[in-house]
């Protein structure tokens, strides 16, 4: 039984316009699902991804009207968005740059070629060239050209203070292995690093785990990171996995239905909310695929209630 990659990561924006036009209009990520946090409808919940809405593609956000994240440990301290290769990434640091983005300059990293920016709330993302193969799902309707668009997650790098409870959830409970070491750098001071590969290929199905024991832990909020889900293909893989986490006393939280995949949270001993989902039924179940995301999606569970959620939702005045 094994995880085949990431399968989406969510994070918190205190700005969903704004959220908005950085994703789609500077990243060039198509908005595949507009929706709400379905624990709070209150709060939107925003989903981009690749042109065909692909699982492992999805950086997703929760609209709640919070501070600042604090950085620290027990977090998600990097999102790696794949490009296609090391000329990509220069063709990025142009566009960044003359976007006026917050970026650094192109580096190695884990013996990658990397461009680390921020959004414009501080969601540190980094784009990595990847030349390992995959079919890329562009969106045509994306500012960014063709062959320099995201094709998906990966690597995504947490910190934790201990590396050994960490490592004994994500090797003998979640089947992954520890592939390598390396140093992170990081403010002038290399951090220890290691990375864990699940079932596939290349950066898409790597978690890198940082390891500072002396930090103090992030305080929630936005431009942080709410929790990353991993892959897992279909509804029997996935009750075995509920199975599995439950005979190892993890406290999961589910399985939970959310209409386009199936759920299971659980918290790593280091503070980091995880998330196993299922590959499907997918974005399309309830739109059209050419027209996702351009109306307010709900679930069926939901649809009652339309009328009182949209009431309480803010317009998302697109910029």
């Known amino acids: 039984m094994q995880l085949t990659g990431f399968h989406h990561l969510t994070a918190v924006t205190a700005d969903a316009a704004r ?29 981009y991804a690749d042109g065909d809405a692909s699982p492992g593609t999805d950086i997703t956000f929760f609209d709640w009207p919070a501070p600042r994240e604090r950085r620290g440990a027990r977090s998600v301290v990097s999102t790696g968005l794949r490009v296609g290769g090391e000329a990509s990434l220069a063709w990025w640091q142009t566009r960044l740059g003359t ?18 920016l921020e959004d ?24 960014v050209r063709a062959e320099h668009q995201i094709t998906g997650l990966g690597p995504i790098a947490m910190s934790v203070p201990a590396l050994a409870p960490t490592e004994r959830v994500l090797t003998q409970l979640m089947n992954m292995k520890r592939v390598r ?29 940082l390891v500072e024991p002396g930090a103090a832990p992030a305080r929630p909020g936005a431009g942080g990171v709410h929790h990353v889900a991993f892959r897992t293909p279909d509804r029997v893989q996935h009750d075995a996995w509920a199975a599995r986490l439950a005979e190892a006393g993890a406290h999961a939280h589910g399985p939970i239905d959310r209409f386009y995949f199936r759920s299971l949270y659980f918290r790593e001993p280091g503070g980091v909310l995880f998330e196993i989902a299922t590959d499907g039924p997918g974005f399309g179940a309830d739109e059209p695929m050419d027209a996702l995301g351009e109306k307010l999606a709900l679930p069926p569970f939901l649809e009652p209630q339309r009328a009182e959620i949209e009431r309480g939702l803010k317009p998302l005045v697109t910029r």
Do not use: C
């Open 181 to 209: 070491d390396y140093a992170w750098p990081q403010d002038g001071v290399d951090r220890e690093a290691h990375v864990f590969q699940m079932g596939a290929d290349g950066p898409q199905a790597e978690l890198h785990v």
């Open 120 to 143: 414009p709330e501080g969601q540190r993302l980094s784009l990595v060239a990847d030349d390992t193969p995959v079919i890329p799902h562009r969106w045509k309707k994306s500012p």
């Open 19 to 47: 959220n908005h036009s950085f994703y789609t209009q500077t990243l060039g990520l198509r908005l595949v699902k507009k929706t709400v946090n379905q624990d709070d409808t209150s709060a939107y919940h925003l989903f």
């Open 99 to 116: 976007l006026g983005v917050k970026h650094a300059p192109i580096t190695r990293r884990d013996g990658r070629a990397v461009l680390d």
